[in-house]
């Protein structure tokens, strides 16, 4: 049975990295804690606005961890939904949570998804944030342009440049390789640009993203999970998104009987951002009542 084989996998074929983290710890903590991870391209202070309005909300314990080949965290050169699930896991067992709930962006929500399904017994609750496991990869924002604009920059040619020219440089190159490109989403690329001693480099492992992309999402065939997760889900779209689409409602309900679907309409496929609020109540109300 599939979801066996993928058991197997975290331990046999692949090696955790150790994953960078924040936490953000109430006064008051009542129930456990949450783990938050980010999606494609992002980092753990994606959601430092969210944690820092919710975790006195909801008494609980807020990580948010950077995921392998992203933010401050190690490079690899596996990048699969797999793999990122075992990293969620050793961190989660060298911080001694027995049980812990988590809430995924896109990418990070594909790996929540893999862990409530593979360790349902320690995960007490699951939020997916316009992310669908079975459609990883959108049609309408073109994830795999925007990554193939970045690979082709050469960064060594702004070698002690000042930040401002250096970001009005890609900018512009990102424009000219990719026409349709959207303001916002390049300033949440260029979040990932560093500079040390006066080199520019990506904090994102880009040798990695263009296979990750070619196997949509890292090769786990969502399809052949015989199993259900029979815990509160939350399943949050943006109504301007088309991640999750009302033909994959089915196929999401099967696998989480127990998801309530919850659309914020004048959002995108960043809710978390793009309507902060909504996206506060939603989860607050979640964490409150239904578990």
């Not at 129930?31 to 202070?45: D, S, Y």
């Not at 399904?117 to 073109?142: A, C, M």
């Not at 689409?245 to 960043?270: E, I, N, W, Y």
Request: proline share 4%.
């Amino acid at each position: 049975m599939i979801l066996c084989s993928m058991r197997l996998a975290f331990t046999r074929k692949m090696s955790a990295v150790n994953l960078v983290y924040k936490e953000f710890i109430p006064d008051v903590q009542k129930k456990e804690p949450v783990i938050f991870l980010h999606g494609l391209f992002g980092n753990r202070r994606n959601f430092y606005s969210v944690v820092n309005r919710i975790s006195s909300q909801i008494n609980r314990k807020c990580i948010v961890v950077d995921m392998r080949n992203h933010g401050e965290s190690p490079h690899s050169n596996v990048h699969s939904t797999q793999a990122m699930a075992l990293d969620v896991i050793a961190l989660a067992n060298t911080l001694n949570l027995n049980a812990f709930s988590v809430l995924g962006h896109s990418m990070g929500g594909r790996v929540a998804a893999l862990l409530a399904l593979n360790q349902p017994e320690r995960i007490e609750s699951l939020i997916l944030e316009d992310s669908n496991p079975f459609s990883p990869i959108s049609t309408s924002f073109n994830v795999n342009a925007y990554a193939a604009a970045l690979a082709n920059i050469s960064l060594r040619q702004f070698d002690s440049q000042s930040s401002k020219d250096v970001r009005k440089s890609i900018y512009s190159q990102i424009k000219t390789q990719h026409p349709s490109a959207v303001d916002p989403v390049i300033d949440f690329l260029l979040t990932n640009l560093v500079q040390n001693a006066g080199v520019y480099s990506w904090r994102i492992n880009l040798s990695v993203i263009p296979d990750y992309l070619m196997t949509r999402g890292g090769g786990d065939n969502f399809e052949e999970i015989a199993k259900s997760y029979q815990k509160p889900v939350l399943i949050i779209r943006g109504g301007k998104s088309d991640y999750i689409r009302d033909s994959d409602m089915p196929k999401l309900q099967r696998l989480f009987p127990k998801a309530s679907f919850r659309t914020v309409a004048h959002a995108g496929h960043f809710v978390h951002s793009e309507a902060l609020l909504d996206f506060n109540d939603l989860v607050v109300e979640f964490y409150n009542k239904a578990v």
